[in-house]
């Protein structure tokens, strides 16, 4: 059967389709990840007491989402954007059919820690003052292409040889595959190493540095939710860490990118009728908020901690005790509802009492056979 209506017998071949890629994979698997663990969550929450349950809920997804934001940005392609909409060249050789045709289209540029994203995608930009007629009818304008120059981070010679770095014979590869003229005119930017204009060692250079702040904020992201299982107070201060770390980084990036020595001339690519000049994006905005975030809920803990420690207790489900300097008798009650074990230790001639936490924050529902004692002593008495 598979040789029959068939003049020469032979395997089926088809022509590639080529689609457009409009959305990182690497990202939309991160938000994927951290969303299947909410969704997880969400499918116990009935199984957790009404009076745990708010707290519960503010405590998990406040913690995706710090945990999100760190990744989704680490690996983001938004630290440094721009977009305009210009008509330009649309072929880069002028021996082709039709090279000399200009479109009408959207070109993007996006920045990351690790390369850069060009973006090109044909429309009515209304430059022209009628409406817009397609020159090319035949093929779909809507390119997305990523130049690397991580995995190596080295900056290699200068040129397009075997000891280049990776981004420029990332660029030159394109240029023999017949990459749009628009995107190869963003990217060649990016290779040039000599006198005032180091565009591409700048970024790469601000890319390292900021990646390491960002790994380091998301292992201290990683170590302050152990903490916060056992010891509130530490666990504050590593979340007071991690925010300073993701501001730091935020800096760090700025600096280089604005006051770079390497480099005295802000980029800016121009167009036929627009210029693209990259300012910050939501990836840098994103990690700005969260690490002030972080910072701003970490010292509300710490002060909250250290004057009603009850209250922190509560919200973190520890077991909070008051004592008081002297224990002659012993009088023990368990909240009513699962709530936390309260002891008091009251002495008939003073009645100050002295807050403190086992362990700052370690839960011990079961009473201490000293406490027993002392009650079984008073009873006696």
């Known amino acids: 059967m598979g040789n029959a209506f068939r003049q020469h017998p032979g395997p089926a071949i088809y022509a590639p389709k080529q689609t457009p890629v409009m959305d990182d994979l690497l990202e939309v698997g991160l938000l994927v990840a951290f969303g299947m663990i909410g969704f997880s969550f969400l499918l116990i929450i009935p199984g957790i007491r009404s009076f745990e349950r708010g707290w519960a809920i503010i405590r998990v997804f406040v913690t995706l989402f710090i945990g999100a934001s760190i990744l989704v940005s680490n690996f983001g392609y938004d630290w440094y954007t721009d977009t305009i909409c210009t008509r330009t060249q649309y072929k880069p050789y002028v021996n082709l059919p039709n090279a000399s045709q200009e479109i009408q289209a959207q070109v ?226 368990s909240a009513e509802d699962g709530g936390p074990l309260l002891r008091t230790r009251s002495n008939r001639k003073t009645k100050t009492l002295r807050r403190t936490r086992i362990n700052r924050g370690t839960t011990r529902k079961n009473p201490d056979p000293f406490s027993i004692a002392l009650k079984d002593v008073s009873q006696a008495a």
């Open 108 to 333: 993007g540029l996006h920045i990351g820690l690790r390369g850069i994203n060009v973006t090109l995608r044909e429309m009515d930009c209304g430059v022209e003052g009628t409406p817009y007629e397609r020159p090319f009818l035949r093929e779909v304008i809507n390119y997305n292409e990523q130049f690397f120059w991580a995995d190596p981070w080295r900056q290699g010679r200068f040129g397009f040889g075997r000891y280049a770095g990776r981004f420029a014979q990332t660029f030159r590869a394109d240029e023999f595959r017949g990459t749009p003229y628009p995107i190869l005119w963003v990217a060649e930017y990016f290779t040039f190493d000599g006198e005032g204009l180091r565009w591409g060692r700048k970024f790469r250079q601000a890319g390292w540095y900021t990646h390491i702040f960002m790994w380091l904020a998301f292992a201290l992201y990683l170590v302050s939710i152990l903490l916060f299982v056992n010891t509130i107070h530490h666990g504050a201060l590593l979340m007071l860490y991690m925010g300073l770390v993701l501001c730091l980084a935020v800096f760090t990036y700025g600096n280089v990118i604005l006051n770079g020595v390497n480099n005295s001339i802000k980029m800016k690519i121009p167009f036929q009728d627009g210029v693209i000049d990259p300012q910050f994006g939501w990836s840098w905005w994103l990690t700005l908020a969260t690490g002030v975030f972080s910072v701003i809920a970490s010292v509300f803990i710490l002060i909250l901690n250290a004057t009603r420690p009850d209250l922190t207790a509560v919200f973190f489900h520890h077991t909070y005790v008051i004592d008081e300097e002297f224990v002659p008798s012993a009088i023990e009650e």
